[in-house]
């Protein structure tokens, strides 16, 4: 289920064309790019560069501090 029935996550959301997406969604704040997606050791991470259009390395997970400049908006999925 977490893997949408694959073996392993796909290594970006290209790859999920034309499967599940018809294109690579776009990201709303670039316009033209698509959405953020990286792998880290526990997570998946898709997201949008958010207001301030840099990419800040994801959504903060439960470790935020609050204080943190990052306004990336988008999914922080544990796979572990």
């Known amino acids: ?5 694959r073996k392993s996550w796909p290594e970006n959301l290209a790859r ?4 599940a ?3 690579p969604p776009l990201d709303l704040f670039t316009a033209d790019q698509p ?9 998946l991470l898709i997201y949008s560069v958010g207001p301030n259009g840099v ?6 997970g439960p470790e935020a501090d609050g204080q943190s400049v990052n306004d990336d908006i ?3 999925l544990s796979i572990r």
């Open 35 to 43: 959405l953020q997606y990286r792998m880290t050791d526990d997570a």
């Open 74 to 76: 988008g999914l922080r």
């Open 55 to 60: 990419a800040d390395g994801g959504p903060s």
């Open 21 to 23: 997406f018809p294109a």
């Open 1 to 5: 289920v977490g893997s949408f029935g």
């Open 16 to 19: 999920l064309v034309p499967g």
